[in-house]
């Protein structure tokens, strides 16, 4: 289905270098993703929303980070998996963080939140967890899996770290950390 609407697959990246075939990482590897295995997940995540311009029409449940040394700011997030009618409008669903000279050469990180969902995430995959993905063209990598707070995913190239902060199951939400170096 994916396909048909112009998408390509979800890969892992673990060591973020901008390719998907080396070191057993896998161009399907993206188990929280409906285009990496789509028998595990039921869910198209943030980046490909994005690609696809979904959130267009949500601009409220977008917050982007913009670029700056010294920037350093606390966001709170609701998770991906929430339906119309379960999600709180004042919070967003999708961090993009602007990322210009990373390692994986693209422009933005995707950071999504996951919470087990009997329709979206049937198959607690990432459940609790924070996952960071770059797009390019239609391809959603994903570069790191944030499940214990203090968690962290660094890219020095881009100079910014992000950090699973908490997460308030009460709210279905996480609070992720965004720090630039320079």
Not at 1 to 15: E, P, T
Not at 27 to 47: C, D, I, P, T, V
Not at 66 to 86: F, P
Not at 99 to 120: D, M, Q, W
């Amino acid at each position: 289905m994916g396909h048909n609407i112009g998408l390509s697959h979800a890969g892992n990246d673990d060591n973020n270098d901008g390719d998907t075939n080396d070191q057993g990482e896998s161009e399907y590897g993206a188990n929280g993703a409906f285009m990496g295995n789509s028998w595990k997940s039921r869910l198209f995540g943030s980046a490909h929303r994005e690609f696809m311009g979904w959130y267009e029409s949500f601009p409220g449940y977008t917050t982007t980070i913009r670029q700056s040394a010294g920037n350093n700011a606390d966001y709170v997030v609701q998770a991906v998996e929430l339906t119309a009618g379960e999600l709180n409008s004042s919070l967003p669903q999708l961090l993009k963080v602007e990322s210009n000279g990373s390692t994986n050469g693209e422009n933005h990180y995707y950071v999504e939140y996951h919470i087990p969902h009997n329709v979206l995430n049937p198959y607690p995959h990432h459940a609790n967890a924070v996952t960071i993905h770059y797009l390019n063209d239609g391809t959603a990598n994903q570069v790191a899996t944030l499940t214990t707070t203090g968690d962290q995913f660094s890219d020095s190239s881009a100079g910014v770290t992000i950090e699973l902060k908490s997460k308030d199951s009460s709210n279905n939400s996480a609070t992720i950390a965004v720090n630039y170096s320079n």
